[in-house]
């Protein structure tokens, strides 16, 4: 069995196809096919199965998936390690869509600079995905909101951030400063899916301040909810950190009166993996422009 092998086989099972893996991995399709079939011969058990449209992972295959995934992040973890020079190599940073575009796209930047020989490859995933690829070695940190759930991984609280209600700019609530709670008790909102812890720490406070808000709308993408509460479906609680970005007139934001609503952003790796000196460095990095970023997103009751 050989690396190269065990690679093409995880990005067929990532691609779900062989020609769109053949590509990525910039070979033929043929000797994709050939890579793939002297695998299944090695192993006698087929691990995909090629169906009309898309190519699926058989039991065997699904397996060999994660034991496959180990074996290469291993692998790449003993090359980091032997060339740990702190300026070339990887680093593979997560974050939750409702952090990824609005805090690293600067912060990559300023990194990539400083940092011209490393490789900063990004991914994005809702809460649990990413906890899991962190657990898995798939990436090496992680950034995120609480509340999370898990004794394997080791968290670092970054900035707290404040939620603010978010409304078209001609809802009647817009002509207050500072809305109260009972003020939205009735409002439809639009939250995001389940999925987004975003929406956990929107619920959790309200029911910390007896409101139950009525959810007409769920979507996946925070520029979704903002279109919509645009479009007058309801009013909703999004990050600081979205309104600093967002340039539309047709919506307003308020801070809350009272108690304000916030999140914590925090940093993850995993410590049972290798560290390396970039990635060291990279997590050093992150902080700084985390303590940098404070002064757009933190409430001004808390600096």
């Keep these: 069995m050989e690396l190269d092998q065990l690679r093409h086989f995880v990005k067929v099972a990532e691609l779900g196809n062989f020609t769109r893996a053949a590509e990525s991995l910039g070979l033929s399709q043929p000797a994709l096919s050939r890579s793939i079939a002297r695998l299944e011969e090695e192993l006698g058990q087929p691990v995909l199965e090629r169906q009309t449209r898309v190519t699926v992972l058989s039991d065997s295959g699904r397996l060999l998936l994660e034991r496959a995934r180990r074996i290469l992040s291993l692998v790449e973890d003993a090359k980091a390690e032997i060339r740990d020079d702190g300026r070339s190599g990887r680093v593979r940073v997560a974050a939750i869509p409702t952090i990824a575009p609005f805090l690293l796209p600067r912060f990559l930047g300023t990194f990539s600079q400083d940092y011209p020989e490393a490789v ?7 809460t649990a995905g990413l906890l899991k690829k962190l657990a898995d070695g798939e990436v090496d940190v992680a950034v995120l909101a609480r509340p999370v759930k898990t004794k394997q991984l080791r968290f670092e609280d970054l900035f707290e951030e404040e939620l603010l209600l978010v409304m078209s700019a001609d809802h009647p609530l817009s002509a207050r400063k500072r809305p109260r709670m009972a003020d939205i008790e009735s ?4 939250l995001l899916g389940e999925a987004h812890c975003l929406t956990e720490n929107i619920l959790g ?3 910390k301040s007896a409101i139950h808000p009525v959810s007409v709308e769920r979507t996946s993408q925070l520029a979704t909810v903002q279109e919509l509460v645009a479009l007058n479906h309801g009013v909703s609680m999004v990050p600081a950190m979205a309104r600093v970005l967002d340039q539309s007139h ?3 934001y308020r801070s809350m009166a ?3 609503p916030t999140r914590k952003i925090v940093m993850a790796w995993n410590p049972y993996r290798f560290q390396s000196r970039l990635i060291e460095a990279f997590k050093q990095r992150l902080r700084m422009h985390a303590r940098e970023s404070t002064n757009d997103v933190l409430p001004s009751n808390s600096r």
């Design 120 to 126: 900063v490859v990004v991914h994005e995933d809702a």
């Design 187 to 190: 409002l439809p909102f639009v």
């Design 205 to 207: 406070f309200c029911r």
């Design 250 to 252: 047709r919506r307003v």
């Design 258 to 260: 009272g108690t304000r």
